[in-house]
């Protein structure tokens, strides 16, 4: 129902605003034969049909044929006549919506060109019907008693009204309905204001009657020319269309009454409209090419701008993954090496734990201190990892703001008195997947970088709210994928950081620090393991404003819920189970060998695949478990495991290495079910490894 009665509202102002055109023009032609070379109704129902579509022409043909009923003319006649108009106006729309492009006939020169050629075609038809109609042609019977003259004295000036109607009339009204301005902005008002008055004033002195009596009015028609030029130069051809139906209308106005300086005669008007469309018809080209030019000019800019970003991004990116490359294979000797010091070290102090004379409590306060340090030389390789992207990386469904509400009692004793502590979380947060230990070292170290940076007092807020990443936004950003995301945000009232701090804070060892107060891995690593996790930081910072760092994590499905914690009881066999350690590092190996045997396992032990598959075939011994490296010489850890799985199907097999998955991706192996330990390998953890796959395999 209300599509129907905005149809019949659109057919009636289409049908009103004609019949009041038409009415007019031949009102004013019945005292002023000389505006019959005018027909205004060709441009508005052509523009009519461009904007509304064919179902207006209904409209339009009964707009004219009610206006030609009204002045007296026969039936047949009033009927023909607005047959014509409505066909001319509908075979107009047609051709320029199926060969111009329709409303955009206007974005292109070559697009102008064809519509002046559809309205040279269009505008004979009305003129042809209407001109038969006057001189009876067909009524007759024979073709040869036309008055041929009579016919063409009567078709021209209605064929140039029409044509004249639709080139200055139609163009403006299309593109004031679909450029129509998208914001205020006064210079450039003020501007196409200056055009449109340089238009009507020249238009008056050249064409209009008030300069008839000057002598030298006609030669001043060439400075018409200026206004549309200006506008096509600088204001695009909505304004040039508009400049033009300015000079038109006085152009109209001098050759309607006769007066103006190029229009003494009834017939002499005909030059002045020829002049006026030659002003305009090449201006609107004009003003179309200067529009492209400068679309084409501001997307090379725009280009450029994003080149140039996208070249220092990617040299960014080069550098940092030179880095992370020559970190990650530094960190992995440095695990072997901490497996050995933190290893051997354990051993000491358990076996120092029974003496207690003053030389043994020395030795363990002298070995406590040589632990602290490997400790953090464990930390520090953790954090080369994490920004290499090489950390091993256990991601798991989180609540975020339980984790962060959690952290909240260790941050504020950690921020100090000084330093107010806030948490703003977000109703209905999204589950994100993410390592939690790893996210929880990240809040930790964008916590204690805030609070340096507020030595005086401040505070801090750690906001989390659901957000969606849009197309547009993540190719902007290597690596990242439109959609939903948690958003931790970490905003502080401290000193801030210009610029070029800016541009180096996720650099290891950058620090803005003194010397020995910061390692500079802190924000290194949190850039790591956020990229690790396929996720986006971001940082904003202003000397004096505060810094605040925006970490988005990707979320999970609403279906998807928190792992519970796995628990499982340590149960230990009877008989002592046999292990096959398969270990290239001969420090590693013996390390690892003294726990397994203070453990009471039997070890049999190879430093690469054929030596051992070699013990299992020479000493027809039952391996319980195989613990190998994952890297091997030869023969790799994974196809090692499929040897002896060969052999012995029942035996379990534990992998080690000191390489993430994605530095050896090759070589992981595919099973789900095969655990994996990863260096410095501490007793504990091997030891309670070994429990629960040796009780589950019982």
């Not at 205020?184 to 449109?196: A, N, Y």
């Not at 679309?295 to 080149?307: A, F, Y």
């Not at 002298?366 to 490997?374: K, L, Y």
Request: hydrophobic share 50%.
């Amino acid at each position: 129902m209300a599509r129907a009665l905005k149809y019949v509202i659109q057919l009636a102002a289409v049908g009103a605003i004609y019949f009041f055109l038409a009415r007019c023009c031949l009102e004013l032609a019945s005292t002023y034969p000389t505006a019959t070379a005018i027909w205004p109704p060709a441009g508005f129902a052509l523009a009519a049909v461009l904007l509304a579509g064919y179902r207006v022409v209904p409209a339009i043909f009964a707009a004219a044929y009610f206006m030609n009923d009204a002045s007296s003319v026969p039936t047949h006649v009033a009927v023909a006549t607005a047959a014509g108009n409505a066909f001319e106006a509908f075979a107009g729309g047609l051709l320029v919506n199926w060969w111009a492009g329709g409303r955009n006939a206007f974005a292109t020169p070559g697009g102008v060109a064809k519509f002046v050629l559809i309205a040279v075609i269009t505008a004979t038809i009305s003129a042809s019907v209407s001109s038969s109609v006057d001189v009876s042609v067909g009524a007759s019977g024979r073709i040869e008693q036309v008055d041929w003259e009579k016919l063409i004295a009567i078709w021209i000036p209605r064929w140039l009204g029409d044509l004249t109607a639709v080139l200055m009339i139609t163009p403006p009204l299309i593109l004031w309905v679909t450029e129509r301005p998208r914001s205020f902005d006064l210079p450039l008002l003020l501007e196409s204001t200056v055009i449109f008055a340089a238009a009507g004033a020249l238009g008056a002195i050249a064409f209009s009657p008030l300069a008839a009596s000057l002598p030298s009015a006609a030669p001043l028609a060439v400075f018409a020319m200026l206004p549309p030029i200006w506008a096509a130069l600088r204001r695009g051809p909505r304004d040039t269309a508009t400049a033009a139906l300015i000079l038109f209308g006085f152009a109209a106005w001098g050759t309607i009454f006769g007066g103006g300086p190029l229009a003494w005669s009834a017939h002499e008007g005909t030059p002045t409209l020829i002049l006026v469309i030659g002003i305009a018809m090449p201006s609107l080209c004009l003003a179309v090419d200067a529009e492209r030019r400068k679309h084409t000019e501001s997307v090379l800019r725009d280009t450029r701008t994003e080149l140039a970003q996208a070249r220092e991004q990617f040299a960014q990116s080069q550098k940092m993954e030179a880095v992370g490359q020559l970190i990650g294979g530094v960190a992995h000797d440095f695990n072997n090496l901490l497996t050995v010091i933190v290893g051997n070290l354990n051993i000491v102090q358990r076996h120092l734990e029974s003496l207690s004379e003053a030389p043994a409590e020395r030795l363990r306060r002298v070995i406590n201190n040589a632990m602290r340090g490997a400790e953090r030389a464990t930390t520090i390789t953790k954090h080369l990892l994490a920004f290499s992207r090489k950390q091993p990386h256990d991601p798991r469904p989180l609540n975020i703001g339980k984790l962060i509400h959690g952290l909240s009692d260790f941050l504020r004793r950690t921020l100090g008195e000084t330093i107010t502590f806030d948490i703003i979380a977000a109703d209905g947060l999204w589950l994100a997947e993410a390592d939690p230990v790893q996210l929880e070292a990240a809040i930790l170290n964008l916590a204690v970088n805030a609070r340096d940076a507020m030595n005086a007092g401040g505070k801090l807020t750690i906001t989390t709210d659901n957000i969606r990443l849009d197309e547009g936004y993540c190719q902007q950003h290597k690596d990242l994928v439109a959609g939903p995301y948690v958003r931790i945000t970490v905003s502080d009232t401290g000193t801030g950081m210009p610029k070029d701090v800016l541009e180096r804070v996720f650099e290891p060892f950058f620090t803005t620090k003194g010397i020995g107060k910061g390692t500079g891995l802190g924000l290194a690593q949190v850039y790591g393991f956020v990229k690790q996790s396929g996720g986006h930081i971001e940082i904003n910072s202003e000397p004096g404003h505060g810094t605040s760092v925006m970490i988005c994590l990707p979320a999970l499905p609403g279906h998807v819920r928190e792992e519970p914690a796995a628990e499982r009881e340590l149960r230990v066999g009877d008989a002592a189970p046999t292990i096959l350690l398969v270990e290239d590092d001969h420090d590693v190996r013996a390390y690892v060998v003294e726990i397994l045997r203070e453990l009471h396992y039997r070890v049999l032990e190879a430093h690469d695949a054929d030596s051992a598959l070699g013990l299992i075939d020479r000493n027809d011994v039952r391996v319980d478990l195989l613990l190998a490296d994952l890297v091997l010489p030869g023969m790799n850890g994974g196809q090692l495991a499929e040897e002896v799985k060969a052999r012995q199907p029942e035996a379990r097999v534990l992998f080690m290495t000191g390489y993430s998955r994605d530095a050896i991706n090759s070589q992981w192996p595919t099973d789900p079910d095969v655990e994996v330990l990863h260096k410095p390998l501490m007793q504990d953890a091997l030891e309670r490894k070994l429990h629960a796959m040796l009780n589950q395999a019982r």
